[in-house]
């Protein structure tokens, strides 16, 4: 992947540049919140940028603690790309901390936001009633906002590549709108109706409001170690009664309870979905493109089986 | 209707039921061979191999994969021979059964440790192996039963002998009735109970379920079989307690079974039949002779 | 009786514990039949020679000569066996235990097996003693009962050792009625005991112990002065750290 952006890029850079001193071409040091920020921000600048992300893969950003070399980071870079809405709480004191005196660009700035249902997480942290839902990335189409956003940024604070950001912003933005055709097109042989499942993380507010598909959270179980005969009778009643398709819980409750579950309400199982965070490179999700077609493709199995 | 409250939980919900089958198999098999553990000063034994059986399991990991079935037969397989070497060790020697015990699940946890970190799968294997009773699965109930059966049938046949040999191991020895031998098939039997309830119902309920009824079961009756029946009654009693109580009260029910459990032991030692704090309190006129 | 009695012999019988000799080379016969005492000094390895006798000790050197019959056929009362008195067993199972040897595990429990144990409990003064758990006994009763087990294990040899430490004399008198029935029954009897006035009233035979055979032969003959004199200077002999037997094989 980046031998091919390196190789498209390139060319494009000599035209602007030239034989201008290399100086020029040094890697911009930037620096991302999240796996998801950084992985655009290397679609968009590729090789004109040394990124480092704060809360790395299959991490969780609500309950990051920052540690001095986060800060560390941050003093060298260059560029601070963040969501905003609140989903880095620790950022604003990390950025101070540091020194920072680069350019602080939020990537879901005029993004239009769903209200957020105020349920907790169960990290340790709950978004309040009437807030925005930060989990704007999880819909392409806010995605391809968020990339525009970046890429404005990026050109603003630094002109003399801002042609090869533009340039590397649109052609990751049209990979993104055919992503979202094909999600599209995926979730169209399963009839509106039967498009609900109960996920244990409040994330896919905006994936589920641009795709129709409703996300509910399981009542009763929490991440505690152990449920209750109680806590599973009443995520099953749920299941039934709002005829829930597949079901996808992560921490918590052992899975053969899960199975029970499922077997009892008529529910499937799905596999892992991401959310928050890009899988590590050798897993299923190393990329934001990879991310949203692995959750399309675990929630189409299970509703459609 | 009064018995709604009861009959409802276990009648709406298939997971209800399949815990509750699950419970009274352990209830069956497990709570005689905690009276004999008990007789035999072996009550802690349960937790002891808990922890002893994980090299065979990490054993059973690496060889079989991660499959349930290789696991629960390379923990079996480690039991066995953890309680029958430690038996030998006694017998061959001076060295107590307990002591003897101790030496050997110590080295076999540690082994099984090394063992683990080794293979670096990072995978928490007990976790894998143990269930949760509101988790047991057919499988997982038809091992619960085959056990259950096999122990109900061997603990007939050898109920004479145990006895006599809990009682006065010197006497059956010398009067040619294989002292050892029972000891240690009833260990075996103990081991493939806890194995079978570690899988199906984790480690709480398995130990639980098979030492508290039996701890207080002296309270209950004077006479080895009357503290077996104690025993298994208030094991069931305690399962069918704690799976309402975990239903209508909300609180995880591993915990609420065996709570029901010592709820019951209490009750005994406050007010048993038979040498309980009551009945010492209380007295009755004394028998002619 | 279900078997004809046997005679014990033993010739040169060594018994060691970690090569220092507690019986030493012992040589001489319990006739059938006999009815023997066996007293000797504390430490003069009375109860390693039974224990040998009885299968549960090992010989060092020497042989054991059972007449035809194996160790398991020899009904044995350990010293104070540590059995566990709080134990939850009625009597009747205890005393029931005696008939392993012919019932086994399989084989059912008849009424003929019931009078035998409701008799045996009679015979030792526990008479309807029978569904009582052994936590209410004395440990008189106690002893009793035990006696009464080995009434039921019907042996054609009896070793009994030290059977009356710590009980009352109405019960030792009893027990002793037991052993004189034995005795008439033409069982073999062999008895470690401590009181030679009840071994010169009850026990034909005697065999003085010190290590070696002071004394073996009848009572009369053996309880005399100076063969206890003989003894106590053997058991002020043992020396702290011997050399090697001069007479071991």
């Known amino acids: ?305 | 209707m009064l018995l709604d409250p009861l009959f409802g939980p276990f009648l709406e919900f298939a997971f209800m039921r399949r815990a509750l089958v699950g419970c009274l198999a352990l209830s069956l098999a497990a709570p005689p061979l905690g009276v004999f553990l008990v007789l035999r000063r072996l009550s802690l034994i349960g937790d002891a191999l808990g922890h002893a059986i994980l090299p065979g399991v990490a054993l059973g990991a690496t060889l079989g994969g991660l499959s349930l079935a290789a696991m629960s037969v390379g923990g079996i397989a480690a039991g066995l021979v953890i309680v029958l070497l430690a038996g030998l060790a006694a017998r061959g020697t001076g060295l107590r059964e307990d002591a003897s015990l101790a030496g050997f699940y110590l080295v076999a946890l540690a082994l099984g440790v090394a063992i683990v970190s080794a293979g670096g799968t990072g995978v928490d294997l007990m976790d894998l192996l143990f269930g949760a009773v509101l988790g047991v699965d057919d499988g997982a109930l038809l091992f619960m039963a085959s056990v259950a059966t096999l122990t109900l049938v061997a603990l007939a046949v050898m109920w004479r002998p145990l006895v006599a040999e809990t009682f006065d191991p010197g006497f059956l020895r010398h009067a040619g009735g294989g002292g050892a031998a029972w000891h240690l098939l009833f260990l075996a039997l103990v081991v493939l109970n806890l194995v079978a309830a570690f899988h199906a119902l984790g480690t709480l309920m398995a130990v639980g379920l098979m030492m508290l009824p039996a701890t207080g079961a002296r309270f209950w009756s004077g006479t080895v079989g009357g503290q077996v029946a104690a025993a298994v009654v208030t094991a069931m009693a305690a399962s069918v307690a704690g799976l309402l109580v975990s239903f209508h009260a909300d609180v995880p029910s591993g915990p609420a079974i065996v709570l029901a459990a010592g709820v019951l032991w209490a009750g005994g030692l406050l007010a048993g039949p038979q040498g309980s704090l009551l009945r010492r309190w209380i007295s009755r006129p004394h028998l002619a002779a | 009786m279900s078997r004809a009695a046997a005679a014990i012999t033993l010739a040169n019988v060594t018994v060691a514990y970690d090569r220092h000799p507690a019986v030493h080379h012992v040589s001489g016969r319990f006739g059938p039949g006999s009815l023997t005492a066996i007293v000797g000094p504390n430490g003069a390895g009375k109860t390693s020679l039974v224990r040998a006798i009885t299968g549960a000790a090992r010989v060092e050197e020497g042989r054991i000569d059972r007449g035809g019959i194996s160790t398991s056929d020899i009904a044995y009362l350990p010293q104070q066996a540590a059995l566990d008195r709080s134990f939850p067993i009625t009597c009747r199972d205890v005393v029931m235990m005696g008939h392993w040897r012919r019932v086994g595990l399989f084989r059912r429990i008849g009424g003929g097996l019931r009078n035998a144990v409701r008799e045996a409990l009679e015979a030792v003064g526990l008479g309807g003693f029978g569904d009582r758990p052994i936590a209410s006994l004395s440990a008189g009763q106690f002893q009793r009962l035990l006696f009464a087990r080995m009434l039921l294990e019907d042996c054609p040899v009896v070793v009994l050792d030290e059977p009356f430490t710590a009980i009352d004399a109405k019960t030792m008198a009893d027990l002793l009625g037991v052993v004189s029935r034995w005795h008439s029954e033409g069982r073999t009897v062999i008895a470690v005991l401590h009181d030679h006035e009840l071994v010169r009233a009850h026990f034909p035979e005697t065999l003085l112990l010190a290590r070696e055979a002071i004394a073996w032969g009848r009572t009369e003959a053996v309880l005399t002065p100076a063969n206890a004199l003989r003894a106590r200077r053997m058991a002020e002999a043992w020396a702290e750290h011997p050399g090697a037997c001069a007479r071991a094989a």
Not at chain 1, 124 to 152: F, K, L, Y
Not at chain 1, 288 to 298: E, S
């Open chain 1, 1 to 305: 992947m980046f031998a091919r952006r390196s190789l498209l890029a390139a060319p494009m850079l000599a035209l602007p540049f030239g034989a201008r001193d290399a100086h020029a071409l040094d890697p911009r040091p930037s620096v991302a919140s999240f796996s998801i920020l950084a992985d655009f921000l290397r679609e968009i600048g590729g090789p004109l940028l040394a990124i480092e992300s704060i809360v790395g893969p299959e991490a969780d950003a609500h309950a990051f603690q920052p540690a001095p070399s986060d800060a560390q980071k941050l003093a060298r870079a260059r560029f601070v790309v963040l969501n905003g809405l609140g989903f880095e709480g620790w950022m604003p004191r990390l950025i101070r901390a540091s020194g920072f005196r680069g350019r602080e660009i939020v990537a879901s700035r005029g993004v239009a936001t769903i209200t957020s249902k105020g349920h907790s997480h169960g990290h340790g942290h709950s978004h309040g009633h009437d807030e925005a839902d930060p989990h704007i990335w999880q819909d392409p189409r806010r995605a391809i906002t968020m990339v525009r956003n970046i890429a404005d940024g990026l050109a603003a604070a630094d002109r003399e590549a801002a042609e090869a950001y533009r340039m590397g912003a649109q052609r990751y933005i049209a990979e993104l709108q055919a992503l979202d055709t094909w999600v599209e097109q995926q979730f169209a042989s399963i009839p509106r109706a039967r498009r609900r499942v109960v996920t244990s993380h409040d994330a896919f507010a905006y994936f589920g409001a641009r795709y129709g598909i409703d996300f509910l959270s399981p009542q009763g179980i929490s991440t505690r170690s152990e449920p209750s005969a109680q806590q599973i009778a009443r995520l099953v009643q749920q299941l039934r009664r709002e005829r829930i398709g597949a079901i996808f819980i992560e921490a918590g409750a052992s899975p053969r309870v899960l199975e029970q579950v499922a077997a009892e309400s008529g529910a499937r199982i799905g596999g892992k979905l991401f959310s928050d965070a890009l899988s590590v490179p050798d897993g299923p999700a190393p990329t934001y493109l990879a991310m949203i077609r692995h959750n399309t493709r675990m929630i189409v199995e299970a509703l459609a089986g």
